[in-house]
């Protein structure tokens, strides 16, 4: 059977998780980002080719980033919940957000 505690640790990992792989995920969108306009840089490709693919992957680069923000926020409200009710979620490492931060505050971290 599943306890609280036990429970609070895999919502713990999870989060930490979803934030590494958010973070890489906009590491490499912008990776993929730069090596696509470096590639517009010969002449044989031509400085205007693929403007709607690069559009798309500034897309893609602004969604993954509401998303870690989105995620940043979850953090911070889990925690929240967490001070207001029973420690279910051990911030172990110190990187939970402050309960009370503002958005732009999470945003920044």
Do not use: W, Y
């Not at 036990?6 to 590494?20: D, H, K, S």
């Not at 973070?23 to 306009?37: F, G």
């Not at 992957?57 to 001070?83: C, F, K, M, P, Y």
């Amino acid at each position: 059977m599943l306890t609280l505690p036990v429970l609070g640790q895999r919502i713990q990992r999870e989060v930490q998780e979803a934030e590494t792989a958010l973070n890489d995920a906009i590491a490499k969108v912008a990776a993929l980002t730069a090596s696509c306009a470096q590639a517009r840089s010969f002449p044989e490709i031509g400085a205007t080719t693929g403007q709607a693919t690069m559009r798309r992957l500034v897309e893609a680069s602004q969604l993954v980033t509401q998303a870690s923000g989105q995620i940043a926020r979850v953090h911070g409200e889990l925690r929240s919940l967490n001070d207001d009710r029973i420690v279910m979620v051990p911030d172990f490492n110190g990187d939970c957000p402050p309960a009370t931060a503002t958005v732009s505050a999470v945003q920044a971290a």
